[in-house]
């Protein structure tokens, strides 16, 4: 067993680590940067070290500054949480070098997931369905528009090392394919240093759905259902729930059983999600997370199991502690992401929390790192809590939602809370009949949101 965990990540999934390795007996080292001396996975950790400045680039980001923090402190083991350097092969294999362990999938895994074409060519050879679309990266424009011509309009370009919805841009002509495509290497250069650029046919009314597998690395793997993430703005998911309101019994077993089949075959360790879009009963992979999702939590409550805990496990070297068996869905779970923005408008804005309290009740769930008197950096991502209820039907989870909204209180600043109130009213909510573009149609003819 591990002695010492430290967490390389900051806010409420750190606090989330923190919480499963107490509870496993395991010690805790926090991490953080000098924006985040008063920060509560700070607080609440055994022991913590600064790292660098604000910056993430100095900070979170320094593979140097989080060995060494580690190698000072004892730890045995990191936990990377999600983003940062949760999908950073280099950083894994600097851990190996180092005898760290990672709380992960392997570098060589990360590695090839982490391109969008090497991803899309493994899971094509493992059986798992794709996007039609081009074979490897696209060279320049006259290739794009062969392509555009080949399997028609509309098509999406994307960063092979794009992720968060950076680089992705639609073509729906051959008349917008230049601009289209020029703008998607831009931004691939410009967040990722990488130009190069895929593409696929555009779906045009599809669902976003997620396969949670787990791994132990040893040619065993199981799938915990879908998740359903499809209301989202600009790519950014706000609402998910599990089980989706649009998967049959059928589909379910049978996408999960390719995804978990598709895991074993390259004995992959640990939690990972398998990211398709959905319409008209079929599935098109788009990538693959080899990281624990923020939105792990609706799945942890349909299922009854603790991701974390889990993933500690194996990385320690133990089997799954649950076979595809044992996994049975309970009720219907939904998550809600609170962020620190403005609404309508979605600008960030970090400040002090006057006044914090967070709702209760049976299947309610509140995970944050806030507290009264907190003062949300502006230099991070403006997520700053998730609401997660879990009731025994979908009809159920959205009223307990609805009280649930009702009860939290955040004072000081403005968050998005107003939108989910507003979403809650809509009829297309409740029946579940949206696609991934419903949102921004939704935001557009109600805020003029463009």
């Given at each position: 067993?591990?002695?010492?965990?430290?967490?390389a990540?900051?806010?409420?999934?750190?606090?989330?680590?923190?919480?499963?390795a107490?509870?496993?007996?395991?010690?805790?080292?926090?991490?953080?940067s000098?924006?985040?001396?008063?920060?509560?996975?700070?607080?609440?950790?055994d022991?913590?070290v600064?790292?660098?400045?604000?910056?993430?680039?100095?900070?979170?980001?320094?593979?140097p500054?989080?060995?060494?923090?580690?190698?000072?402190?004892?730890?045995?083991a990191?936990?990377?949480g999600?983003?940062?350097?949760?999908?950073?092969?280099?950083?894994?294999?600097?851990?190996?070098?180092?005898?760290?362990?990672?709380?992960?999938?392997?570098?060589?895994?990360?590695?090839?997931?982490?391109?969008?074409?090497?991803?899309?060519?493994?899971?094509?050879?493992?059986?798992?369905p794709?996007?039609?679309?081009?074979?490897?990266?696209?060279?320049?424009?006259?290739?794009?528009?062969?392509?555009?011509?080949?399997?028609?309009?509309p098509?999406?370009?994307?960063?092979?090392?794009?992720?968060?919805?950076?680089?992705?841009?639609?073509?729906?002509?051959?008349?917008?394919?230049?601009?289209?495509?020029?703008?998607?290497?831009?931004?691939?250069?410009?967040?990722?240093?990488?130009?190069?650029?895929?593409?696929?046919k555009?779906?045009?009314?599809?669902?976003?759905?997620?396969?949670?597998?787990?791994g132990?690395?040893?040619?065993?793997?199981?799938h915990?259902?879908?998740?359903?993430?499809?209301?989202?703005?600009?790519?950014?998911?706000v609402?998910?729930?599990?089980p989706?309101?649009?998967?049959?019994?059928?589909?379910?077993?049978?996408?999960?059983?390719?995804?978990?089949?598709?895991?074993?075959?390259?004995?992959?360790?640990?939690?990972?999600?398998?990211?398709?879009?959905?319409?008209?009963?079929?599935?098109?992979?788009i990538?693959?997370?080899?990281?624990?999702?923020?939105?792990?939590?609706?799945?942890?409550?349909?299922?009854?199991?603790?991701?974390?805990?889990?993933?500690?496990?194996?990385?320690?070297?133990?089997?799954?502690?649950?076979?595809?068996?044992?996994?049975?869905?309970n009720?219907?779970?939904?998550?809600?992401?609170?962020?620190?923005?403005?609404?309508?408008g979605?600008?960030?804005?970090?400040?002090?929390?006057?006044?914090?309290?967070?709702?209760?009740?049976?299947?309610?769930?509140?995970?944050?790192?806030?507290?009264?008197?907190?003062?949300?950096?502006?230099?991070?991502?403006?997520?700053?809590?998730?609401?997660?209820v879990?009731?025994?039907?979908?009809?159920?989870?959205?009223?307990?939602l609805?009280?649930?909204?009702?009860?939290?209180?955040?004072?000081?600043?403005?968050?998005?809370?107003?939108?989910?109130?507003?979403?809650?009213?809509?009829?297309?909510?409740?029946?579940?009949?949206?696609?991934?573009?419903?949102?921004?149609?939704?935001?557009?003819?109600?805020?003029?949101?463009?």
């Amino acid at each position: 067993m591990f002695k010492k965990i430290l967490v390389a990540n900051r806010g409420e999934i750190a606090l989330r680590v923190i919480r499963a390795a107490r509870e496993m007996g395991i010690g805790s080292v926090a991490v953080h940067s000098t924006a985040d001396s008063d920060a509560m996975h700070v607080r609440m950790a055994d022991e913590s070290v600064c790292i660098g400045p604000a910056s993430s680039t100095e900070s979170y980001l320094s593979i140097p500054a989080i060995i060494a923090a580690a190698e000072i402190t004892g730890a045995d083991a990191i936990h990377p949480g999600y983003g940062f350097l949760s999908e950073n092969a280099t950083f894994v294999q600097a851990l190996q070098d180092h005898d760290i362990n990672f709380i992960g999938p392997t570098a060589e895994h990360i590695r090839v997931m982490g391109d969008k074409i090497s991803a899309k060519d493994t899971m094509r050879a493992l059986g798992v369905p794709c996007v039609p679309g081009s074979e490897g990266g696209v060279p320049d424009l006259d290739a794009a528009l062969k392509i555009g011509e080949e399997f028609g309009y509309p098509v999406i370009i994307k960063a092979t090392a794009g992720g968060g919805g950076r680089g992705m841009k639609v073509a729906n002509s051959a008349e917008e394919m230049p601009t289209a495509f020029s703008s998607a290497r831009s931004e691939g250069k410009a967040a990722f240093g990488n130009d190069e650029v895929y593409i696929e046919k555009y779906l045009t009314t599809p669902r976003h759905i997620e396969i949670q597998v787990f791994g132990d690395g040893k040619g065993r793997a199981v799938h915990l259902g879908e998740r359903d993430c499809s209301l989202q703005r600009r790519h950014q998911k706000v609402f998910e729930e599990a089980p989706g309101p649009a998967i049959s019994a059928e589909e379910r077993a049978r996408i999960g059983e390719v995804c978990a089949n598709a895991v074993a075959k390259i004995n992959y360790i640990g939690a990972g999600t398998i990211e398709f879009l959905y319409e008209k009963g079929e599935f098109y992979f788009i990538e693959m997370n080899t990281r624990l999702q923020v939105e792990h939590p609706v799945t942890e409550a349909i299922f009854g199991v603790d991701l974390v805990r889990e993933q500690i496990r194996v990385a320690e070297g133990h089997d799954l502690s649950f076979t595809q068996d044992d996994l049975i869905i309970n009720g219907h779970a939904i998550e809600v992401r609170i962020n620190a923005e403005t609404f309508p408008g979605f600008a960030p804005r970090p400040g002090k929390i006057n006044a914090y309290h967070a709702p209760g009740g049976l299947g309610v769930r509140m995970d944050s790192a806030l507290y009264d008197g907190y003062s949300i950096p502006p230099h991070y991502d403006s997520l700053i809590g998730k609401l997660i209820v879990h009731a025994p039907d979908r009809k159920a989870a959205l009223a307990r939602l609805e009280r649930a909204l009702g009860e939290l209180i955040i004072d000081g600043i403005e968050t998005t809370i107003p939108l989910f109130h507003a979403l809650l009213q809509e009829p297309e909510v409740h029946s579940g009949d949206y696609n991934i573009h419903w949102l921004e149609h939704w935001l557009e003819q109600k805020f003029d949101d463009k």
